[in-house]
């Protein structure tokens, strides 16, 4: 039995001294605290604070706002929201709005759907650059260069590369121009340009390089040792991908697709530059209600698109736990 009192004590490679109880307490005590954990965070939430919680309450106050005509001045009102949701005679068995959705809640589900088939684009034009870039190009030097070569778009302005979509798409562009010298049609072809085709392709063309970024770092993260292990193991490349790749990647894609979704339910100005005004979406409709001083309107608009850009991300870190993979 080991007396307490004595200084050393008998371990597995001999006679130690114990840790003398007052040098301890008096190194902690001489410790140097650092800088305060309130200091540090201070300014991120200062920033947080006055450009997202200001803001935010800012266009809330705003949507429940409305003038009233007989003194001036300001009232708190829920019309606008009724506004948003209520089509006239939409109980009505005889009209013909019967279940008809508002024109609003309609150009919402349609800046979804552009959005969704955008993502599936980009994912799928996206991956593959990635995968070569991670994947079969073994130095790093050129790695780094060809990403830096895809991530050229993102030097220029966003509205210079919408606008450079239209000499490529009108009936005299690039590519009318091609498709006649190559005797494939006859005249130019009209539905590139002011198209869905047209304002898919640009979007795919503007938002892609989104996607391989994120994919590329997730891919150039995992081990090449596993996969030359599947290889002498007799897996084929589909299992590898299957059960090594894919898997191993998926943080990177859901990155890639969150920033894709946010940046593509607030688009407008692709839709006005390249669509020509043809179709609506919920930005073009903060835009235009903004421009007529019809601020509640637009406030509300902003509301549920960032309730459905927020359902959209939690969606997506469902079916993806980030964390948990990384």
């Known amino acids: 039995m080991t007396d307490s009192t004595d200084p050393h004590h008998t371990g597995l490679i001999g006679t130690q001294p114990l840790p003398a109880a007052k040098g301890l307490a008096e190194r902690s005590a001489n410790r140097d605290p650092g800088f305060p954990v309130g200091w540090l965070i201070a300014p991120a939430s200062l920033w947080i604070f006055v450009f997202l919680v200001i803001p935010f309450f800012s266009i809330i106050v705003f949507s429940l706002l409305e003038i009233n005509p007989e003194t001036g001045g300001y009232q708190f009102t829920f019309s606008y929201y009724g506004e948003y949701f209520r089509t006239e005679g939409f109980f009505d068995a005889e009209s013909r709005r019967f279940l008809k959705l508002s024109i609003f809640l309609r150009t919402l589900g349609q800046t979804i759907y552009f959005t969704l088939l955008v993502m599936a684009l980009c994912l799928i034009v996206g991956y593959p650059v990635a995968y070569f870039l991670a994947m079969q190009v073994s130095s790093f030097g050129w790695q780094m260069s060809l990403f830096l070569l895809a991530m050229v778009p993102?030097?220029?302005s966003y509205l210079i590369r919408a606008v450079a979509w239209l000499p490529m798409l009108g009936r005299r562009g690039?590519?009318?121009?091609?498709?006649?010298?190559?005797g494939i049609i006859d005249k130019p072809v009209e539905f590139f340009l002011y198209s869905e085709f047209g304002y898919?392709?640009?979007l795919v063309s503007l938002y892609v390089v989104l996607s391989i970024g994120p994919i590329f770092f997730s891919l150039a993260k995992i081990d090449k040792g596993i996969i030359e292990a599947a290889k002498d193991m007799g897996a084929s490349p589909f299992q590898i991908f299957r059960e090594i790749i894919g898997p191993l990647s998926l943080p990177g894609v859901a990155i890639g697709m969150i920033f894709i979704f946010v940046m593509l339910m607030g688009e407008f100005a692709t839709a006005v530059v390249v669509y020509g005004g043809k179709t609506t979406t919920s930005g073009t409709v903060i835009l235009n209600y903004y421009a007529i001083a019809n601020y509640p309107f637009a406030a509300v608009n902003a509301i549920m698109l960032m309730l459905a850009m927020m359902i959209g991300v939690i969606i997506i870190l469902r079916i993806v736990?980030?964390?948990k993979e990384l």
């Open 154 to 156: 993102f030097w220029t």
């Open 174 to 182: 690039l590519i009318n121009t091609a498709l006649i010298s190559l």
């Open 200 to 202: 898919v392709m640009a």
């Open 321 to 323: 736990d980030i964390r």
